[in-house]
């Protein structure tokens, strides 16, 4: 069966155009300006870009902070759209590979920098649409990543109307939450890493950084990476210590040792692999 067109084609091109405007000359506009970024333009889409590709809840705001911070300029986190929709449908059915990358040329045009995990499944096609684009996974042990996901106000009613979790990403519905939480670390975190690691194997630019490691100031692989100075390696870290307060779920020295087992089984190996890549 054909692979899919991308959805709703039109609305994403007019929510990644700034100053889009209504009526047939604005859109007339918008779509010339999607032929000349997505297929004309060759030479801009062979600048350098970089993608901070990760599962969430890892610290992807507060790279993008870090880099503000150090006046790095083309930085986004999450930018809209942000295709949060197309990248978890593209994990489960993919989507026409061709509409993909033009629809990757358009909407991230302007990027330096971006940590999306909206992304996550749509290294290929980034680096078809950008053939001199970098490449960082960042991660963060499975236990915080976890703790952060099982806080939300309603976890139950958050798995059954997340568009994250109604395909495969997370395992079976009928599993509890925190189990389903780990499959899907792993699923998102597998899928990132295998699609980082033929890009690097094809000799692209690929980079391992665990989220610990930038919170503690080692900077000096990514200022490598990505070609800045980042006089200010570190910053307040405003949302990944440890919490115990009402209503949050408790961090891991707290947890059942059945609920341990249960990470390690689902998440420590992988784990485990991407702290030896870093």
Request: hydrophobic residues 35%; positive net charge; glycine residues 6%.
């Amino acid at each position: 069966m054909d692979s899919p067109a991308v959805p709703n084609l039109s609305k994403l091109l007019q929510q990644a155009d700034a100053d889009a405007q209504s009526g047939l000359r604005g859109q007339l506009r918008t779509w010339r300006r999607y032929v000349k970024r997505s297929l004309v333009d060759t030479r801009d889409c062979s600048r350098p870009r970089f993608f901070c590709q990760n599962s969430g809840a890892c610290g992807s705001t507060y790279i993008v902070e870090l880099l503000s911070d150090n006046g790095v300029k083309g930085i986004f986190h999450e930018k809209a759209p942000d295709l949060n929709e197309v990248g978890v449908r593209h994990f489960d059915h993919p989507y026409d590979s061709r509409s993909l990358v033009r629809l990757l040329r358009y909407t991230r045009h302007n990027v330096f920098f971006e940590a999306n995990n909206r992304l996550f499944s749509l290294s290929p096609e980034l680096v078809q649409a950008f053939p001199q684009a970098g490449f960082i996974h960042l991660f963060r042990h499975p236990a915080a990543a976890l703790r952060s996901a099982m806080s939300k106000p309603n976890v139950e009613h958050y798995l059954r109307t997340n568009v994250r979790f109604s395909g495969s990403l997370a395992g079976e519905k009928e599993m509890d939450p925190f189990v389903r939480f780990c499959h899907y670390w792993t699923n998102v975190n597998t899928r990132i890493h295998d699609d980082l690691s033929t890009i690097d194997r094809a000799g692209g630019n690929v980079m391992w950084l665990e989220f610990d490691d930038l919170v503690s100031g080692k900077v000096e692989s990514l200022e490598s990476f990505l070609g800045v100075e980042l006089q200010q390696s570190t910053r307040p870290p405003a949302n990944v210590g440890p919490v115990r307060t009402e209503g949050k779920f408790p961090t891991a020295e707290h947890w059942t040792s059945q609920q341990r087992e249960q990470l390690d089984s689902v998440c420590g190996e992988l784990y485990r692999k991407l702290v030896a890549l870093r």
